[in-house]
């Protein structure tokens, strides 16, 4: 059983929008810092934003003013709104849940991750 499941994906022209969701397990939601994090093909996997379970943000400094990150814990799901896309941000996107809050730019203390949602801005 998926522990978290994305969606909202697709392909949009530069300067459009997306909003991906992410819908985890409660046990996994209420207690966790999630986040979202991209990969483009032959590059590593780079934090785009996460969110903390108090509700505190962080963006990578190239998609800050674009991108929002929110969550709903009643409904234990979290959005990435994606505005004013640009080629580069073509990627699988990827949710992601760290129980310990910790160390949050490194995929490897992530405890569970998403399928991952294909997002491909061109003209």
């Known amino acids: 059983q998926a522990q978290l499941v994305e969606s909202g994906g697709g392909s949009v022209q530069p300067g459009g929008s997306l909003k991906l969701s992410c819908t985890a397990s409660t046990h996994i939601f209420m207690v966790t810092t999630m986040g979202w994090y991209r990969q483009a093909p032959g590059k590593q996997r780079e934090l785009v934003a996460t969110i903390t379970s108090g509700g505190i943000t962080n963006y990578a400094d190239s998609v800050k003013g674009r991108f929002t990150i929110s969550r709903d814990n009643a409904k234990n799901t979290m959005t990435l709104q994606i505005n004013s896309l640009k080629p580069e941000d073509t990627a699988v996107y990827y949710c992601?849940?760290?129980?310990?809050?910790?160390?949050?730019?490194?995929?490897?203390?992530?405890?569970?991750w998403g399928q991952g949602t294909q997002v491909t801005v061109s003209s």
């Open positions: 992601a849940a760290n129980k310990q809050g910790e160390r949050l730019s490194v995929p490897a203390w992530y405890d569970y």
